[in-house]
């Protein structure tokens, strides 16, 4: 490890190096204003710094406000720029701040904007004289020598405004027929211009206007609103006066589509030239030659030429955004390569680093896994014990609960002596409290052993435990399954239970208000629900063979038993096997032990709810009668119906055949969805066609008898007035 380590040492400082070869340079843009004319600049000056990888540029806007302007040239030198570019908002103002930062060494280029000031390093930016004379002679031209104009101005006391100004009256000082009748202080923003406009016209009605000079093209078109709003002479006709501007941006509502557009008469591009002031600002920070003073070159825009520039326009601002794409894909590539070299310095580190661990972690992890695995092993014979004692101590308190609170219930019982009394109620009460303290410890034991287990795994361990006692308990005799009495008249509940006691008692507290029948395994307990179809099956969950919860999935999977209601009860008490339980799909879920009361009234409420299902197909609750329609096993019985009404020999045993059912299964399940016999249901079926046949065609009703499966006319009248109160022929007219 030693000898290693100064070979990574020195790795990591040579890939260091390379990654910082070159300086970087912090650049502070201060701009004036806020709009698109420096929406476009700011682009240009990002797409600049994208051909060279070692620059930052800060930007900030003083929103015409010189007062913010100074603090943010003075922020922006704090922050430790090496160069400033800066467009002043008015001449004399900001040159404190310009003077302060030239005299700390940085160097400044002024832009677009001049300063009273000498100290600045660099100047670029148009000749606005030279742009208000352009306009001037312009203007001169298209009044044909004469007319009135209106000028509105820029920021006051900012160079572009002053010089653009005097260039502009210059120019038409050659022309004595043409009078700036009005000179309009603006700021250079739309909404100044518009109201400035609006108050001249306000106080000069009559005043006729032939031409109006923005000193932007923001405040041309301020004005020309303004104008066209407003009770004027300049508004009416022919008379609405020609506008022009300086800007001449392209894109979407610039300079030149409004000249396009015939919004403007004319513009004058004024170049923002972004890119050529980042190559500047680069020469100076890089000690190359440069000029000091750049005038950036101009042109007039016109509907002679503004198409053809604003497609010149769009095409640049394509290849813009073409390069901004190649910029984030190269950007994303050097992003990568960087991290590449990271990774490789750290792959090194954790090359050394695992090597020391792997010997390390070895040793560790197999002392760890011998004793994690006594660990696991003691956690799951200590899940074992108390999963069995649990079920060996719920299930008899099961039984001594039941049947003591039952006795209690008993004539004699309340008629028995004090003493009697007494020692039952002591009883009780011990039972009772057994019952919550086994509960108690079994629920703490599990939920700390089963902190390191999971829900699978507890259950696994669970299940096998039961299926080790029940595989003893199967061979033994089970008398009170040979219960012969069947009470047709009674519902009928199966119990499935490997506890041959536990089905004892739950025979003894239910035998009273229903038919049982009962079961030893799940196995078991599904042929006789296929054979029986009962109308509620009751089953304990940890059963050998076929355990509760397979026997419920299969249960509600069968279209002959999916009907019937499931309750599970059994020792099985944390949420998750809750959770389990209904979703195989239990109806209801007890726990042991139990109270014979609250089985009895859940027992009620589920068979209840059966009845109320059933009524919707005997019509008492007409709007949800589809539901019962709707279900599949109906469906499959009406589609045999359907197919063989006019076949007066089909019988109940036939339509059995057809589902694969016997007569017996195809009665109770039927009897148990619709609350009707088969037969019943088929001779609903054939008097609901005849009614549809009496409606909707010509027959007798004779003809109407045969083809829905009567053989006798008569006995098919004595029918349909038995189901709808009325004969078949006054039904043609009734329905």
Known sequence: MRKILPYILLLAISLTACTHSKKNYRIGVSQCSNDIWRDKQNAELRMGAYFHENVELLFATADDSDERQVQQIDSLVKKGIDLLIVAPNQVATISPAI?????????????????????????????????GRIMGEYVATRLKGEGNVVEVMGLKGSSPAIERHNGFKTALDRYPDIHITATLQGDWTEPTAYEITKEWLAANQGQPVDLVFGMNDRSAMGARRAILEASHPATSGSRLPLFCGIDGLSGKDGGIQLVRDS????????????????????????????????????????????????????????????????????????????????????????????????????????????????????????????????????TPLTLVEGPLNQLAATPEMKQASKETAQLLGILRRNAAQLSLLVNKIFDAQVGRIGQNLSSEQIDKLTMSQEREQHDMMLNEPDEAEKDA??????????????????????????????????????????????????????????????????????????????????????????????????????????????????????????????????????????????????????????????????????????????????????YRKVKAVTGCTPVDLLRKSRLTKARQLLVESDLTVSEIAYRVGFTSPSYFTKCFKDEYGTVPGEARTQF
């Open 485 to 666: 009495k069947a009470d047709s008249e009674l519902p009928t509940v199966l119990v499935v239970d490997d506890n041959p006691d536990l089905r004892v008692y739950l025979r003894s507290i239910l035998q009273t208000d229903y038919r049982i029948l009962d079961a030893a395994d799940g196995q078991q307990g599904m042929a006789v629900a296929k054979e029986e179809v009962p109308d509620l099956i009751l089953s304990d969950v940890m059963m050998p063979v076929m355990n509760g919860l397979d026997f419920c999935k299969q249960l509600k999977a069968d279209e002959v038993t999916s009907h019937i209601p499931v309750i599970l009860v059994t020792a099985r008490a944390m949420n998750q096997h809750q959770v389990e339980g209904y979703q195989s799909g239990a109806d209801a879920y007890l726990t042991k032990p139990f109270v014979a009361e609250v089985l009895k009234a859940r027992i009620a409420n589920l068979l209840w709810q059966r009845h109320e299902l059933r009524s919707m197909w005997e019509g008492k609750k007409v709007e949800k009668k589809k539901e019962v329609a709707n279900d599949p096993f109906i469906r499959r019985f009406q589609a045999v119906v359907d197919e063989r009404l006019t076949d007066s020999d089909l019988s109940v045993e036939d339509i059995a055949s057809e589902l694969a059912l016997s007569r017996v299964q195809l």
């Open 263 to 394: 919004l403007l008469d004319a513009s004058y591009i004024y170049p923002t030239r972004g890119d050529q002031l980042i190559s500047l600002a680069m020469d100076i920070l890089e000690g190359k030659p440069y000029d000091k003073e750049t005038s950036l070159m101009s042109a007039i825009v016109t509907r002679a030429n503004a198409n053809v520039l604003l497609m010149e326009g769009e095409e640049v601002m394509r290849q813009s955004e073409y390069v901004e794409k190649l910029h984030q894909m190269t950007t994303g590539y050097l992003k990568q390569l960087a991290n590449q070299r990271i990774f490789i310095l750290l792959t090194i580190f954790l090359i050394v680093l695992l090597l020391l661990l792997v010997v390390g972690m070895r040793l560790y992890h197999r002392q760890h896994v011998r004793l994690e695995q006594e660990r696991s092993k003691l956690e799951r014979e200590q899940l074992e014990f108390y999963t069995q004692v649990s079920h060996e101590l719920r």
């Open 99 to 131: 003077d302060r930062a030239y005299d700390k060494g940085i160097p400044v280029i002024v832009f677009e904007r001049k300063t009273n000031s000498k100290k600045y390093t660099a100047y670029m930016g148009a000749d606005n004289y030279e742009m």
